[in-house]
């Protein structure tokens, strides 16, 4: 075998192996070390192999050293923050109501039932954007 | 899912709205020619439904 396949499917193991440790990591709410990996690998593979594949993550941005021994994947951190944000903010916001013709909204309701892809929690969310996009518009 | 609302020539459905947002549109009805914040707002709803290709006009009520 040629030494460039060889350092190829090397490669391609540890892109794997970085790519299975990340799926297992990602939703981690706990902050972990590589001594808690370590024991959690079913198959044995050693400590620097997981603490290079970590720095590699670190590096990309997927997850985040919190200390000398600790972290935390971006997707739960990311999370937290997203949590106490909406918190802070659903705390302040006040509303006002406004009527709409019944017709447009099944409309809206419609659009949302066969298009769930487009992201929308409900009506009102739809709105809001619409409200939104063409304040946008005209600005 | 909001409140339902009978009127006596058509239904209405009661929508909350961040006052924060309707302050901005109130701002933009008198500059841009519309006659109420829920000519504005109707009018978002389907501009935003024709790009999405689901709008359809139903009747004069709306």
């Known amino acids: ?139 | 899912m909001p409140r339902t609302i009978a009127k006596t020539e058509a239904e209405y459905v009661f929508v909350k709205i961040p006052k924060s947002l309707l302050d901005e549109v109130d701002k933009a009805v008198g500059k841009h020619g519309y006659r109420s914040r829920t000519e504005f707002v109707k009018d978002a709803i389907r501009s935003l439904l024709r790009e999405y290709g689901m709008y359809k006009s139903t009747s004069e009520k709306e």
């Open chain 1, 1 to 139: 075998m040629k030494e460039g396949s060889v350092m190829e499917m090397c490669l391609l193991a540890e892109e794997q192996f970085k790519k299975q440790l990340l799926e297992f990591i990602e939703d981690r709410e706990e902050p972990f070390d590589v001594e808690f990996l370590v024991r959690r690998c079913l198959q044995p593979v050693s400590e620097i192999k997981i603490h290079d594949a970590l720095c590699e993550l670190v590096e990309e941005g997927r997850i985040i050293r919190l200390d000398d021994r600790h972290y935390m994947s971006t997707r739960v951190l990311m999370k937290r923050w997203l949590k106490q944000k909406i918190r802070k903010i659903g705390g302040n916001v006040s509303f006002d109501g406004l009527e709409l013709p019944r017709n447009l909204i099944d409309q809206v309701m419609r659009l949302l039932k066969e298009k769930p892809g487009l992201g929308y929690v409900d009506a009102e969310d739809f709105i809001r954007d619409a409200i939104r996009r063409s304040l946008r518009h005209l600005h």
